[in-house]
């Protein structure tokens, strides 16, 4: 590889893992937040609007659950079909705009 084809490769991986630890120290707020705010209790019916709430909150509820096993939810086991529309209207716009930030491009002028 020629010197100028380095400097490129290593200058876009240092980018791309300056967005990753962003996108991790984002998440890990999130993740703060969802314990405060959206700690999903299993034995209540929960709403559209918090369908919501729970999918803008689903990468750190997930996240969570990983770390304390069986108490965290990523979705109420009890909710109304308007809840789970919002859930994935919600999931799909979180995951949509995170992708698009880690791996999306700024155009040059």
Request: net charge positive; proline share 3%.
């Amino acid at each position: 590889m020629s010197n100028g084809c380095l400097d490129f490769v290593i200058g876009m991986t240092l980018v791309l893992l300056r967005k990753l630890a962003f996108l991790f120290m984002i998440t890990m707020v999130g993740c703060l937040l969802a314990v405060w705010c959206c700690k999903i209790n299993p034995e209540v019916e929960y709403q559209w609007y918090f369908g919501i709430w729970h999918g803008i909150f689903i990468i750190p509820n997930w996240v969570m659950s990983w770390m304390i096993k069986g108490n965290t939810l990523y979705q109420a086991p009890i909710h109304t079909t308007g809840y789970i529309i919002w859930w994935w209207i919600c999931l799909v716009f979180h995951c949509l705009t995170a992708f698009g930030f880690t791996f999306g491009g700024r155009a040059n002028n």
